[in-house]
């Protein structure tokens, strides 16, 4: 018994070694890939070849005047560096309702798609619950479902700001439309799959409706239900960024828009790594919730 405790307290050490060494190797390729990446745009971004001449058409646009030649060279790394620096260090600012800090703006974005997404939560997983547990509402639903779940969330928009009346609330109008249908589909094809032992068990115990809903089908598609969760926020924070261009006002999707009509091209990029961020932390946030409830499984 003893020899037995030895070997797998040694097999579990060699374990964690092996994982510890792994994730140091995939470190390192990541930190060696941030360089070449990092190299190759210092070297296209040197002013022989970064200087791009404005497109008439963009500069019409834009205001820019493009017939005396304006050019718009590239940024560095370590001018997006430097200008990343300037935003960050006052994130907050508001010097009128056109002048706000970054970090305004993100929350603008942030607050618009958790909204969304609640409200979205709140209809969704009741809705798919009941989906799954009745093939008649299955049936009656689903080709209404199919219908308007490929039409893009932006074609929403103007029927939003018409009948809303909001800029504001119109965007997260159009997160909740994005938001529900993963959610809805998951929930429904998890309840939908509980095996039948666990509710012939459930019957047999003689548990009512609502204990058989909670506490049987509920946990056994919790997995699903938090994966359909998962892909809506993702989708939610894709979506946000072009909503917030159309109705302008406010959002980090209006910023970058501000930005490219200023042709601020180092402040787009770094715009464009903290909605990268903002949309990472979201989904790690949900992953670990996911986890939680696939371990507490």
Known sequence: MAGGCAIATRFIATMGQHRRQQRLRSALLTLLILAVVLGAWQIAATPRQSAQTVDPEYAALIGAAASQGQQTPLPRPSD??????TLLR????????????????LAWSVFRVL????????VA?????????????NGALDPIIQVLRPVSPLA?????????????MSAIFVIFICSIWPML???AFGVGTVRREWL?????????PWRTAFGVILPAAAPTIMTGMRISIGIAWLVIVAAEMLVGGTGIGYFVWNQ???LSIADIIVAILLIGIVGMALDQGLGRLARAVTWHE
């Open 80 to 85: 997006v560096a430097i200008q990343a620096w």
């Open 90 to 105: 006052d994130p907050f600012y508001r010097h009128g309702n056109n002048d706000m800090g970054i970090g305004i703006q």
């Open 115 to 122: 909204v969304g997404f609640g409200l979205a939560v709140v």
């Open 125 to 137: 997983i009741p809705v798919g619950f009941a989906i799954g547990m009745s093939p008649v509402l």
């Open 156 to 168: 929403w928009m103007p029927l939003a700001l018409y009948t809303i009346k909001d800029s504001g």
């Open 185 to 187: 589909l998951n929930t």
């Open 200 to 208: 012939n068990v459930a019957r047999t115990l003689e548990a009512g």
């Open 260 to 262: 490219w009509n200023n």
